[in-house]
């Protein structure tokens, strides 16, 4: 991992993420003020997704990010099952996955939560998993985040100013470069620390009954809260019995099942079974999690012995897994086997089993016909699942795989499942227009690409590349030349108000 990104690492988790469960800290008496819409006061919505976007273009450089179409897909699914039914319907919430063992899940500014792979795992149930996101959208919903932001942007700013002497230091070098950025991080783990402390149980707890009544109204079983509570009590209990709970910004997990309890007494129990999607993607993320080839060879092994006496459904997931392994490890022939062992078991179209089958005979082709076979299949699956970016996007990939890129801009261009406004859609079409050699058009998608990812001078950058490579026509270029010009101004506003915040914050201590 890159020193810079270790270091926006820390402070995008420590400073904006609600953690399930956290290690014992000493907590500051807060007086709670009454929630809702006041956060909106000084940190208004539109400013705190913006501040969201700019996190998440540093969380996607992560390599423990896990840009991965089907988990994506799943997590938005379910993610937007809850949402329908929360008191932000209008908000645009993205759910995405870090690579990480840790039972964790947090929230960003602006609706961006992120689920550990290692949860994902420790859920014995879809409910279990989608507690615990409904959660996380308690707290967006309940503007927890911009609160925060908003109190404590003093100590905010100079956690953020030690960040930038770290990162400043490392890449200086030097002898002594290493000791300042130490020095610097230390520094900031001290006053991010500080900041966590200022999570308040009160809102933790409010997140907890907010979420408890999303997971209840979406249909899932409400004792879903309650079990992964018990998980996770279970997995921290060292924790628990380090210190008391006047010392904790956390309710203690005892707590928290306790009130959970208390809220599903009154309740009709209402079972929901599993999907076969969170079968599926458990079984990939267990996979996904390693990184090594003997990581894979022993899930491989894992889902073998899985194979045996099981339910439909996990025989379906144990298959799906080995398929997903062999690809990793090589292995075509027997991907392609497990893969449409799996299809044949689930006797319904899938969009993520679909896929696996497409994408195996693809790298097993050993002939232009089996190739040709493999194309269709993923065409098959994008006409068949139009709302799949799942489908859509591997279609567009194996399009780009047997070099029909013309044949890839047009389809992207007339689909439904990822929109112009996503960073993906124009990721997509850069990568077309590269493989043809359409240089300006290669970086204006790029550019556009950027400016959705929220890093307006990275995108001015790439139209200065588009306008330099010049081979696009009179429509073109004049496109880019005004785009340049609305992110120039874009940018020039940002560093104006960079230091109008700069020159108003010693009045502002002053005051204090």
């Not at 306790?258 to 458990?282: A, C, E, H, W, Y």
């Not at 027997?334 to 299809?343: D, E, I, N």
């Not at 194309?375 to 139009?386: K, M, W």
């Amino acid at each position: 991992m890159c020193p810079d990104v270790r270091v926006l690492r820390l402070f995008v988790v420590l400073l904006c993420s609600f953690v399930l469960n956290s290690p014992p800290a000493l907590a500051q008496s807060i007086d709670l003020p009454s929630l809702g819409d006041a956060g909106s006061e000084e940190l208004p919505p539109a400013t705190e997704r913006k501040l969201g976007e700019q996190i998440m273009f540093e969380v996607r450089r992560d390599p423990d990010y896990l840009s991965d179409t089907e988990t994506s897909e799943y997590l938005n699914n379910l993610g937007y099952q809850l949402v329908a039914v929360s008191s932000s319907r209008s908000l645009d919430f993205v759910f995405f996955a870090i690579r990480d063992p840790m039972l964790n899940a947090f929230a960003l500014p602006g609706g961006f939560i992120g689920v550990h792979t290692g949860l994902i795992l420790a859920a014995q149930s879809e409910s279990e998993l989608a507690g615990v996101m409904a959660h996380e959208v308690g707290h967006v919903t309940q503007r927890h985040i911009a609160r925060m932001l908003a109190k404590q942007r003093e100590s905010a700013a100079l956690a953020l100013g030690a960040l930038l002497l770290a990162l400043l230091a490392a890449r200086a070098g030097g002898s002594s470069s290493g000791d300042v950025a130490q020095a610097a991080i230390v520094g900031t783990q001290a006053a991010l620390i500080q900041q966590q402390l200022n999570f308040s149980r009160e809102a933790e707890r409010e997140a907890d009954r907010v979420g408890f009544q999303t997971l209840t109204e979406a249909g899932f079983d409400s004792r879903g809260m309650e079990a992964f509570f018990g998980r996770l009590q279970t997995g921290s209990r060292l924790y628990e019995s380090a210190a008391p709970a006047y010392l904790r910004t956390h309710p203690m997990t005892v707590e928290r099942i306790s009130d959970m309890q208390n809220r599903t007494r009154n309740l009709r129990v209402k079972q929901r079974p599993d999907s076969l999607g969170f079968q599926l993607i458990r079984a990939r993320l267990r996979v996904l999690q390693e990184t090594t080839t003997q990581g894979w060879r022993d899930s491989l092994e894992y889902f073998n012995g899985q194979l045996k006496n099981q339910t439909t459904s996990s025989e379906i997931a144990a298959r799906y897994g080995i398929a997903v392994a062999a690809l990793k490890l090589n292995q075509p022939e027997l991907a392609v086997q497990a893969a449409q062992a799996a299809r044949r078991l689930s006797g319904a179209p899938s969009p993520v089993l679909d896929k696996v089958v497409a994408e195996a005979r693809l790298i097993a082709a050993r002939s232009d016909e089996e190739r040709a076979t493999a194309v269709q299949l993923a065409s098959d699956n994008a006409i068949r699942f139009p709302l799949s970016s799942l489908a859509t996007s591997h279609y567009l990939d194996v399009l780009n795989q047997t070099n029909q890129h013309e044949a890839a801009i047009q389809f992207l261009r007339n689909q439904e499942a990822i929109a112009r406004t996503q960073p993906a859609y124009h990721a997509l079409l850069g990568r077309s227009y590269a493989a043809l050699n359409r240089r300006s058009l290669q970086h204006q998608s790029i550019g556009e690409m950027y400016a959705l990812l929220g890093a307006p001078q990275a995108a001015v950058n790439q139209l200065e590349l588009a306008r330099r490579a010049n081979d696009g026509d009179f429509y073109t270029m004049s496109e880019i030349d005004a785009r340049m010009r609305d992110l120039q101004a874009e940018v020039k506003r940002n560093q104006e108000g960079i230091r109008e915040a700069a020159r108003r914050e010693p009045d502002d201590r002053s005051r204090r």
